[in-house]
């Protein structure tokens, strides 16, 4: 069993920058691919971005892309996601997810274990 814990989340003015940290316990961090996904009101939970277990490898959702960076560090169990530039369209939940021995996370059904989510809005 793994727990996830996510914090950062808040309310910011459009171009402002807010860091989402998720804090992993239970099990060995490093196993697991992790992912950030977002759900809007009224619509269906979508990909964000993933790291890979060792943090080598990224990929962003195009939305995000050149605006937010995933990163990880397994000494402190902990992912974290860095957005800046932010938009009133990344306005949601953002929820951190794991699954263990994969290399990348971007599909809702096959994340393993999901944070509580932490609220993130956007003004315009």
């Known amino acids: 069993q793994v727990q996830l814990v996510e914090t950062g989340g808040g309310l910011v003015q459009a171009g402002d920058s807010l860091r989402l940290s998720c804090a992993a316990s239970?099990?060995?961090?490093?196993?697991?691919?992790m992912g950030w996904f977002r759900q809007a009101p009224g619509k269906e939970r979508e990909f964000v971005a993933t790291?890979?277990?060792?943090?080598?490898?990224?990929y962003y959702a195009d939305s995000v892309k050149g605006r937010f960076t995933i990163s990880r560090d397994n000494a402190k169990n902990t992912v974290y996601l860095q957005m800046d530039s932010l938009k009133p369209e990344d306005t949601a939940v953002y929820y951190c997810?794991?699954?263990?021995?994969?290399?990348?996370?971007?599909?809702?059904?096959?994340?393993?274990?999901w944070g509580q989510g932490t609220q993130v809005a956007v003004s315009s």
């Open positions: 997810a794991a699954r263990n021995g994969i290399s990348q996370l971007t599909t809702p059904s096959r994340v393993d274990y």
């Open positions: 239970g099990r060995t961090f490093s196993n697991y691919a």
């Open positions: 790291i890979s277990r060792s943090g080598g490898s990224t």
